[in-house]
């Protein structure tokens, strides 16, 4: 078999770099790659031990896992059918787990290219173009209404309006017959069930329904299989039949009910593993604790600590719940204690020490003997989720429906035993969560027997202005769509009794974004027709588009909101105090080198420095030769992380790959450079050369004797490029290079007189420079340098910084696309536009000028009785849009750059 190895080095000591694999990978591919990584401990062979995954990101966001192999100091991983099924971007982060800690050893990034197309040929007919029918899903989908029908489509689910009646005065009696009666009964006409597929019952709440009476489910014979009685109208019950038949169902007289069937629902929302409830070793007449208990029966089963798993309980008569138990060996108290009611399911996690579990099964309290023929196809369920994940069952389906960014929901940041207002409650927990105004949201809420509701409420602010408020039961999907001036929601978990953290750690609500309300069909086909929808863009610049300190992953900033607008993949690459450039001529000095400027948390995230430079700048972090402004007490192997992480080598060579290469580059930098005439001139500074004059002159690289002409020898070892200004004679070389050991580079043929200015020369590769012409014109010749670096490597200086970057990008693919977004008013900082502006000129990229559209200035005006100008009015702090909680300021931002970018494809 053959099979392409990529092996990489990586040291304990350093931090893990995101590779990008050598080569390609191709779909339909099957164990075709090795990724290994070879692991050093300080230069020296690690020693190793534990267990090797690879964990797969596929372009469709599904994880394929892989196992590993460990042999001495290296790890690898041999890709399985499943990490190539999906064309795009895949990602390979390779994990040792062992001891108690999970450690990243490597991560890469490679392109899954189609190899086999959808298209098949014959001599007849061509079957339609894939292309073809994805757009007729799309426009399908986009004619489905916000509401559950994709939700429902997803799952398989059918579902059946009871509105067939007899006549009011009859219903169903316990034993499935129809018995008139006096009273506003109506029985609704049988429907046809299937054995093992779930039916749920749904009660709409209509209030001219005092009651459901009674629902039968009966055989083909008419033998009565099941019987359910409730007086809620809003209440509903699952049933999975065990053979065919029937359902009817009788109420208090009126209609609005609906009977609903979800075909293998287990089997959609997890991947099952195996049940791990073994009837055969069901114990009768016995509770958890050991004591009789008539109506009892426990099962012994073998769980994992921190794994998720999904128990259900079919309805059945004579059932009343199934409890389980989880304990740290057999003889060990209980660790934690759930009880699921027939008809339902609850998705846990298991505690850090759980090591086993009792399954408990409930009969009906103190009515019914459970006996060892009651479980006789009686099977409840409990299944092991395959994968590790933070996510429910339930969450699954909802990824799976809805326009998710993530999961809103920090646990981290949940205050226990406290509500909305502010005052103590114990029975209350609640996190306040940024939202957008006009979104819709969708908020998982499992079954939960500690915590039976949750309560939502839209504020304006973070503190006040309460908009509206909902409390909602738990076992459910809600969704809402946020008011027009709501940008916070208080979710508050309502208890049954006091809440505990642990019990909010075992509790995962899950609240996603899905699609703006306002994006109507013709605005999704208008972005469609532009051509944005599903490209990468990649986003460089300050803490304004980072949003704080790192613009990755934070999806709060307007370039987030720029890629949901225009359903593109934005890489926030922004960095909080970064700049483009960070030195100064006159701070060269013998303790200082490199020139950099006095700020050490502006110059060690100044995305312009190497890898090399970053280390140098940790070392003399405390240097007070250099760094006298915002120097840090100390440096932690996470700052030190986060430093090397701005450097270009981490922050563009990702993306300099074919399979990450974005569609275009947006450079948001100017604010912190700050540019100055004194700063800019180092820019276009050039030194004049000195040079050793001779008799003679060269043609083709050869001396030619004349007393008429002469020649100039200029050393250049130290120039990467020169500019000619003078006049060249017919028959001279206008210039002949030559390397150290005299041997011709190349030369420059000129047939006429000629005269030159600014004549740029390419010296990168050579030690020698020979002008030659008349003796009448050899006075005027001057070769100049750059004074501060060269053409693409002119650190001193905003533009000379700029051009730096551009040409990392260019250089491996000259028609990138980049464009450029102004400051976004030019009073305060009028520099900034200026150069902005230059550079843009002279690279002829775009240029969005914001200070032009967003009405922004530093004209004064008066709010609340204090005098703000009109960008204070927008941004609270005077620089950082997202100062402003509500989000307004960024949305506005977002909503005029899409509007510009549209018009620019």
């Known amino acids: ?62 994880t394929v896992p892989v196992d590993g192999v460990l042999s001495a100091n290296t790890c690898y991983a041999i890709l399985s059918t499943a990490c ?67 939700l429902l489509e997803s799952l398989n689910v059918k579902e059946v309006f009871i509105s067939s009646y007899e006549t009011q ?63 809620d109208v809003e209440e509903s019950f699952v049933y999975i039949p065990e053979e065919d038949g029937y359902i009817s169902l009788s109420y208090n007289y009126s209609d609005g009910y609906s009977l609903t069937t979800i075909d293998n629902l287990i089997g959609q ?143 981290s940041k949940i205050e226990i035993g406290k509500d909305w207002t502010g005052q103590s409650a114990q029975n209350r927990a609640v996190i306040a969560v940024p939202i957008v105004p006009n979104q819709q949201y969708s908020v998982v809420l499992p079954a939960s027997t500690d915590i039976p509701s949750v309560s939502f409420v839209q504020k304006k602010d973070k503190w006040n202005n309460v908009i509206k408020s909902e409390t909602v039961n738990v076992d459910k999907l809600y969704q809402f769509i946020s008011e027009p001036e709501s940008y916070w929601i208080y979710v508050q978990y309502n208890g049954a009794s006091a809440i505990t953290s642990a019990m909010v750690s075992a509790y995962n609500i899950f609240m996603y974004a899905g699609l703006s309300a306002y994006e109507s069909a013709d605005y999704t086909a208008r972005l469609a027709s532009l051509g944005w929808k599903g490209k990468k863009i990649v986003w460089l610049g300050t803490s304004i588009p980072a949003g704080g300190k790192d613009g990755l992953d934070n999806r709060h900033t307007y370039p987030a909101f720029v890629g949901e607008n225009l359903r593109a993949t934005v890489f926030n690459e922004a960095v909080g ?14 303790n200082n080198p490199f020139g950099f400027l006095s700020n050490f948390e502006a110059v060690s995230r100044c995305i312009t420095n190497s890898l090399e430079e970053m280390e140098y700048i940790i070392d003399h972090y405390n240097d007070s030769n250099i760094f006298t402004v915002n120097v840090p007490e100390s440096l932690s192997d996470s700052d030190k992380a986060f430093i090397r992480s701005c450097s270009w080598e981490n922050r563009i060579n990702k993306y300099l790959t074919d399979g990450m290469f974005p569609d275009l580059w ?79 580079l190349t030369y420059k043929a000129n047939a006429t007189q000629n005269t030159f200015s600014g004549l740029f020369i390419d010296t990168s590769s ?23 670096g060269s053409m693409y490597n002119s650190l001193f200086s905003f533009q000379g910084a700029f051009d730096f970057i551009v040409n990392k990008i260019k250089t491996y693919n000259p028609k990138a696309r980049i464009i450029m977004i102004g400051e976004y008013e030019d009073q305060k900082f009028p520099n900034v536009s200026h150069y902005q502006e230059i550079i843009a000129n002279r690279w002829e ?36 849009p997202h100062s402003d909680t509500t989000l307004f300021a960024m949305r506005f931002m977002a909503d005029n750059i899409s509007s510009w970018m549209e018009t620019i494809r």
């Open 845 to 880: 990229f775009p240029l969005y000028k914001q200070w032009e559209n967003l009405g922004w200035s530093q004209q004064l005006i008066k709010i609340d009785g204090e005098w703000k100008t009109f960008l204070d009015a927008f941004i609270p702090d005077g620089l950082h």
């Open 766 to 788: 050579a030690d020698k420079l020979i002008v030659s012409t008349s003796n009448a014109q050899i006075s005027g010749i001057s070769v100049k340098k750059y004074t501060y």
């Open 169 to 231: 005065g009859k219903y169903i009696n316990n034993y499935g017959v129809i018995t008139t009666t006096s009273g506003t009964y109506a029985y609704a006409q049988p429907i046809p069930v299937e054995k093992e597929k779930k039916y749920t019952f749904v009660g709409t709440g209509t209030t001219n329904i005092a009651s459901v009476c009674k629902c039968d489910i009966y055989g083909n014979n008419r033998e009565v299989l099941f019987v359910y009685s409730a007086n």
């Open 666 to 744: 947006v450079f948001d930098h100017g604010h912190n450079d700050n540019p100055t005439e004194a700063s800019e001139a180092t820019y276009t500074a050039r030194t004049e050369l000195e040079g050793t004059e001779g008799s003679g002159y060269y043609v083709s690289g050869a001396l030619e004797s004349s007393e008429s002409y002469s020649h100039i020898v200029f050393d250049v070892s130290d120039a990467e490029e020169v500019f000619l200004d003078g006049v060249i004679s017919a028959g001279c070389d206008v210039y002949d290079l030559f390397d150290e050991n005299d041997t011709l």
């Open 1 to 62: 078999m053959a099979l392409i190895e990529t092996w990489y080095n990586q040291d304990l000591h350093s931090p893990v770099v995101v590779h990008h694999l050598r080569g390609n990978v191709f779909s339909q591919d099957n164990q075709g790659n090795l990724i290994g990584v070879n692991v050093f401990d300080g230069g020296a062979p690690a020693v190793l031990s534990g267990t090797v995954t690879a964990y797969v990101i596929r372009s469709d966001g599904a």
């Open 577 to 590: 105090s970064s700049a483009l450039h960070c030195r100064s001529v006159s701070r060269i000095t013998e």
């Open 269 to 411: 929302i997890i991947e099952e593993k195996k049940n791990l409830i073994d009837l055969s070793n069901i114990r009768i007449g016995e509770n958890w604790t050991g004591s009789s208990a008539i109506d009892r029966a426990c099962v012994d089963v073998l769980l994992e600590p921190n794994r998720e798993y999904i128990i259900f309980a079919p309805i059945r008569d004579h059932f009343w719940s199934v409890s389980l138990i989880e304990k740290n060996g057999w003889t060990a108290g209980a660790l934690h204690q759930l009880t699921v009611t027939t008809g339902k399911y609850v998705v846990f996690k298991t505690t850090d020490k759980t090591t086993r579990g009792i399954v408990q099964f409930n009969g009906t309290p103190s009515s019914y003997e459970l006996t060892e023929s009651n479980f006789t196809g009686y099977a409840p369920i409990l299944y092991a989720f395959v994968y590790e994940s933070n996510y429910s069952a339930i969450d699954t389906v909802a990824r799976s429906v809805f326009d998710i960014k993530e999961n809103m929901i920090d646990k």
């Open 84 to 150: 190539y099924e999906v064309e795009g971007t895949l990602s390979v982060v390779i994990k040792l787990t062992g001891g108690g800690s999970t450690t990243t050893l490597c991560a890469v990034v490679a392109y899954v290219y189609k190899s086999i197309t959808d298209t098949a040929v014959d001599p007849s007919s061509i079957i339609p173009n894939i292309s073809t029918l994805i757009q007729t899903i799309d426009d399908a989908i986009d004619s489905i209404p916000a509401d559950y029908s994709a």
